[in-house]
Every structure is written in C-alpha cells, then in structure tokens.
C-alpha cells in the first residue's frame, strides 16, 4: 500500500567521523557486515515502509555511493513515477561554498514542490534501525505535531549521539550535542517527519535568515514555537559513529548473528559473485562471509566481504576484510579493518588490538 | 525491428525424466546447479557473454518456476529494448495445433518471432548442459568456412563414442554422415546438439519437413539428414573445454562434485567470463563456532553450525550443530537438525530434515530427496525413493 510519505537520506549533515575509511567515499559508501553500505539499511528501511520516492542529498566524494545506487534498481525504485533521485550539490560558479544541508536542500527544493507527498521524512544513513515510518507518521498525526522527531532509549552510553529532553506528552524541549552529556539514556535518531509545507516554508524562512543548519533551524529554534513531538523507536540499532563504534558494531554482529540479526531483507547491489569455496585445510568458526571467497587458512571470529582470498597456513581472527582483499599464504591478520583491495604478502604480520584496531587503506600492499 | 545478426533459440521445453524427482515440477533448465544457478544460467551467460542480445526462449514442461526465474532477462543483461529475451511458450494456432512436437517444430512454429529480426543466422541451444562457450568464435568460423550449417562437437573417447550422435567428416570437418548412436564409430566427434544456420536455408527446411507428414520435426533425425542429402555445407566446429550434459541425477551430482576439486575444470571465479543468475538477495554465509568447513562450495544466506565436507549448498541452507554433509548438494532453503549424516545425496528445495536422520551412506548410489519433503526424526534413508 502507498504512504504519503516523500523519502530523504539527508547525508550533507554527515560529517566524517573517522577518516580512516571515509577518506575515498562519503560515510554512507561505507561497507558493512560483509555485503552492505550503510546506506542500505536506511533505503532499504524505507522501501518496506512503502515509500517509494526517495531523494539522497550528497554532499562529497560520492562517486562510490553513486555506483552502488545505480538507477536504483535493486530497492524496486527504478520507477517512471518516483524512484530514486540522488542529488550532488548544486553549486553555481560564484557560490561554491558549501554552507549546510540545508542549502541543498533549498537548492533543490523542485524536488519538494513537485512530488505528490504531503508529508516527508528525513533520516541520515549512519544509524541502523527497523523504525517503522508508517508508525511514526500516523504518531505525528495524532499528536497533532508540526514536527515529530524519533528518539530512542539506550542503556549504553552513546558519545556521539545527540541527547534528547521531553516535556509533558513526549513533547521535545531539547536536543544537545554529540557527547555533551554521555550519561543520557534518550537519543535523537537524526530522524524527523513533517508535514512537506512546512518543511519548505521553514527551509525558505531560515534560508532568508542566512541560517543553513537542518537540526539548528528547523527543529531547535522551533521547540518554543511549534510542537515538536518525540516518538520512540524500541527496536534495536547500531550507530555508527567511529571508527570504534563501526568496529564493535561488526563483533557485536558475530555475537548475536542468528538471534537478533536479519538481514535477510536488506537490499543492496548484486554483484554476481560465484558461491564462496572452501579448500582443503580451510578453518572458519564464528565468521560472517559473503560471496565469491576463496578460503584456505584459518578465519576466526571475522567478517569478510564479498572475493576475499585467505591463503594456506595464513590467520586471520577479529577482524574486517572487504571486498577483494588478499590475505597471502602464512600472512597474519589480527583485530584490523582491511579496506578494500588491500594485498597482505606471504608471512606479513598485521596486528592490533580491541581498543585500536589496525586500519590498512584501500589498495594498500603490505 | 531492427536487424540483427544472430538470433538464438534456446530449446527449454524439455522434461528430463531421467532427473526424476528433480522435474516433477521443474522443467530440466530451472533445476539447480553450482551452488547458485540454474542449469539454464550457463546457455544464457554464454550469449550475454558473446555479445548475443535475441534469445528466445521455448518452453512447454511445467514453465511455472522457469518462466518465474528468466522474467524478462535482467540477470543476463537481456532486458533489452531492440530484442533480449522473449520467452516462446507453445500457442493455438488456427489449423488446431497446439503443443510443439519437436525440436525442429518448436523453431517452425516461430518463424515469425526470428524474421523480425531478420538475421543472418540462428543459433539453436538447448539448456541441459555445463559449459562455457564463445559462440562467436563459432559463428565466425561458421562465416569464414562458408558454411550452411556449423554443429558444435567435442572429441569423445573411442569406447564411449557408441553413447554419443557420432558426426563423420572429411579431414576438412566437411560433415559428411550422422550417426545416432553407432554401434561401430567411425569417428569419435560428438554432437554437443549447438547449431549454427543461415537462416535463409533453415527457414527453407523447417518450412518442408513441417510439410512432412512422416516426420517427427526433429534436428537429430530430420533436419541434419535432410541437409545432408541435399549435400549442404555442413561443418564441425571442434570445441575444447568443459562440457557436461546433467541429464541424470548421477551426471548432475557428478558436475557439481566436478567444481570441489582444488584446481576445477569449469572455472565459476573467472572474471572475463561471468555467470549471472538470478539474485536471491541473501545475507552473509555465518559459519558458526562448532562448524567445520572443507573442500566446500557454500552460497549466502547459509547458516552453518555443523560439519560441511565436500559438498555444494544453495542460499538459505541451515546445518545445525553435530550434524555431518559428505559429497552431497543440498539446494536452497533446506533444513537440517542437529546429528544428522547425509552422505552422497541430491536435497531438493526446502527439505527439512529433522534431528538425528541418516541419509545415503558413503559408499552408495547418489539418490534424490523431493521438493518439500520432510525426513523425520532418527528416520534411516539409504535407498533412493522413488
């Protein structure tokens, strides 16, 4: 059934968060869990939730990104009405300094003002999560909210999340800054849902103000002057923040695979990759693999993406290989994010810890 | 229409009840090989991969899941606006006829589909087989030998030519003689029933032998000696390489055990020469604490806890813990318990196998388990049902 709900994956307020891996693409370009980027999770989230016009605003080194989505056909959205549109800034020659996320989005605001939707939801890409927008919307309405933001609760302390404050009846009063008060328990999700109106009008309104800031504008200089309403999101996420985060994110999917994780739905882009092989000799215990390995040596507690090589007699234990890595025969690889194509020759020893894993950049030969 | 060189005719409407239990309802093409494809996958990612854009597909044996699988030929880059893939299902016609009664009647019957096109030539495949194969390279020798007709052959070895439709040439690879299963060869050059036609000399036979109230419309037996008779230019085009005809549940476990060696024979990994399938879109392969891999091919979306040991599993398979896979295929979806052993077994979709079975045993026949089936708990399977 039809939402009217109008998508967008607002990735012009991501900042890099570790450079590491967001050095040749932006943070939603990033792999995840052996087949994904993280901007599967959240397109493929508002696939399921019907929505079926979706706009990604980009902000740099989106090439990759680019690829990945294609036409957009692997989420169902290569549509003659809707679909996926993905937006680059548009710069003009005697305007080409980036000021915010809001300014792409009014640079594009055609984009709004031409679609059927009346309502829209803006999410980033960087926080996985099953929130059911339908839910939200139909949450927003009743409450009678001009905004509604969705928070959720954590037992964990999420430095750089964004804390979250509630008046009466989840009404939000304040939403701090990332890793300002580490001992909250509620989080903004950076994402929000209103009505496409007001949306535009707000943008227009803090454009003419010389204001550029999505969260800035149009939600914290609105709490005294609209009603900004909290849903809560129960479910579970994993935020991805850091390098860190990203890391202990990925272990944590070994630990719970089968029980709380399916990815089963999560679309992303077909690759064609043959079954992965195992060869005589081969080891593998508690490890996610994608398609299209070939694995000889020992793989513990480790996530490789889709073509990886693990060579005869080599080790590889707690770490993260992407796609198209070589790990060579006897070579050791131990708590390290290998990006992709990485190439670690015979009998190299690669090795970090939990606190500090190893992160080898793309195409690098060890 | 525009113009186009070449048009293939996938035949795809076969039963192929030597598969038994596989095709009880699944045409031959749609049965599962590799770990991730149908057996038509291979026919298809050779045209895509030669640059050949027109396939017709013709179908007739229980099309359901077959026509489901090729949709309008994306997963082969086939989805294309001037050709691509149409599937050609039999019809009704005003003279009443309605099934096609042979290869050579499948084609005749739609004639209209290839003069849309109005290529030079046809290429007539058929999708039970494993193989990769440049039909280009043929077609040009096709050109250049100014040949009528080219039929693919591979050398057979002598004893097992008596097996085999055994074509005879001159040193020239002029085919000079057909041979259905000769008892007495006198050459060991076997059909790999892969044909090259100008269409113009095609079209003039089809359109006679359909005239032919004798005829059983097939290529084998009518085309190829009508041809020859008629002293056309037929010639042999000799290929190297893989090729094997998954006819029978033994051949089939056969070529699937083939991709497990260490240096296998048909390369899945080759990166010039990709074979596409239909993606299920599964999440990663987790091989779990208790697990032990080896020798193995596995897809996503498997879950596997306990020991894989020379043996093909499709998407979605779960092993639990304890249990033992020896020189098996288990196909998609399929359900296995804790203690389990299966030895030397073909599971078809989606079986469920519950805890402490016993299928097959080392050193027995390769037999089939059916689609959907359930194999109770501590149940000892060790002959083939049937």
């Known amino acids: 059934m039809k939402v009217d709900l109008l998508g967008v994956i607002n990735l012009s307020g991501e900042e890099g968060f570790f450079k590491e891996l967001t050095e040749h693409r932006n943070l939603a370009a990033v792999p995840f869990a052996g087949r994904y980027r993280l901007i599967d999770f959240t397109l493929t989230n508002m696939v399921q939730n019907d929505i079926a016009n979706i706009g990604v605003f980009t902000l740099e080194k989106y090439r990759g990104m680019m690829d990945h989505l294609g036409s957009g056909k692997e989420w169902d959205l290569d549509r003659s009405n809707g679909g996926l549109y993905i937006f680059p800034p548009a710069l003009s020659q005697d305007a080409n300094e980036f000021r915010g996320d809001l300014s792409n989005f009014h640079l594009h605001r055609d984009f709004f003002l031409r679609s059927k939707e009346n309502y829209v939801v803006v999410s980033g890409s960087n926080i996985l999560s099953a929130v059911d927008y339908r839910d939200v919307l139909r949450e927003h309405k009743e409450s009678n909210a001009d905004i509604t933001v969705v928070y959720t609760k954590r037992e964990l302390p999420c430095k750089y999340c964004r804390p979250i404050r509630f008046g009466e009846q989840n009404r939000v009063t304040a939403i701090g800054s990332r890793g300002f008060q580490p001992t909250d328990e509620t989080f903004y999700m950076e994402t929000v849902v209103l009505s496409k109106n007001l949306f535009v009008r707000l943008i227009d309104e803090a454009i003419a103000r010389g204001e550029y800031d999505l969260l800035q504008s149009i939600i914290r200089s609105q709490l005294n002057r609209l009603h900004v309403h909290g849903y809560e999101y129960r479910g579970t996420s994993q935020v991805i923040h850091s390098l860190r985060s990203y890391y202990r994110e990925s272990m944590l999917l070994l630990e719970q695979w089968g029980a709380i994780n399916d990815f089963q739905h999560v679309y992303t882009k077909i690759k064609h990759e043959p079954p992965t092989r195992y060869l005589p000799g081969s080891a593998i215990k508690n490890s996610l693999v994608a398609n299209g390995c070939k694995l000889e040596g020992t793989t513990t507690d480790s996530i490789l993406f889709r073509g990886v090589k693990v060579g005869k007699h080599a080790r590889v234990k707690n770490s993260i290989i992407m796609q198209k890595s070589v790990i060579e025969e006897g070579a050791v690889v131990e708590y390290a994010i290998l990006d992709k194509e990485v190439t670690v020759k015979r009998g190299q020893v690669i090795r970090g810890t939990v606190e500090e894993p190893i992160v080898i950049k793309k195409q690098t030969i060890v | ?386």
């Open chain 2, 1 to 386: 229409m525009a113009k186009k060189n070449v048009v293939a005719m996938l035949l795809a409407g076969g039963e192929g009840k030597r598969l038994g239990a596989l095709t009880k309802h699944t045409a031959k093409p749609a049965v599962a090989f590799g770990g991730k494809y149908r057996i038509i996958d291979f026919p298809l990612s050779n045209c895509t991969n030669s640059g050949i854009d027109t396939v017709g597909v013709l179908t007739q044996y229980e099309p359901l899941e077959l026509n489901r699988y090729l949709g309008i030929g994306s997963a082969w880059d086939l989805d294309r606006r001037n050709g691509g893939l149409t599937i050609l299902p039999p019809y009704q016609a005003q003279n009443g006829k309605n099934w096609y009664e042979g290869t050579a009647n499948a084609i005749y019957r739609n004639m209209s589909y290839i003069n849309q096109f109005d290529p030079d030539y046809v290429l007539v495949l058929s999708g039970d087989h494993i193989y990769k194969m440049d039909y280009e390279k043929m077609i040009e020798e096709h050109r250049l030998g100014g040949a009528d007709v080219t039929i693919s052959v591979r050398e057979v070895p002598w004893e097992e030519a008596p097996r085999f439709g055994i074509l005879n040439t001159d040193d020239d690879l002029r085919i000079n003689e057909f041979e259905e299963k000769p008892e007495n060869p006198k050459s060991n050059l076997a059909s790999m029933g892969i044909y090259v036609f100008n269409w113009d000399v095609l079209k003039r036979h089809l359109i006679q032998d359909a005239g032919d109230a004798e005829s059983s419309f097939d290529f084998g037996k009518n085309i190829i000696p009508n041809m020859l008779f008629e002293n056309l230019n037929i010639r042999a085009y000799k290929f190297k390489g893989y090729w094997k005809d998954v006819g029978t549940i033994q051949s089939l476990w056969e070529a699937n055990m083939d991709l497990l060696t260490a240096e296998p024979e048909f390369d899945l990994y080759d990166p010039s020469w990709k074979v596409y399938s239909v993606n299920p879109n599964q999440q990663p392969q987790y091989i779990g604490n208790a697990a032990t891999v080896e020798s193995s091919i596995i897809n996503e979306g498997c879950h596997i806890e306990g020991e894989i040991n020379h043996s093909v599993l499709f998407h979605g398979v779960e092993v639990a813990e304890g249990s033992l896979v020896k020189d098996s295929v288990i196909f998609p979806n399929v359900k296995i318990g804790r203690d389990v052993t299966i030895h030397r077994a073909i599971l078809a979709d989606g079986v469920i196998v519950e805890d402490g079975a016993t299928i097959g045993s080392p050193d027995g026949e390769v037999f089939v388990i059916e689609a959907e089936s359930l194999v109770k708990k501590n149940e000892v399977i060790k002959e083939a049902i049937q």
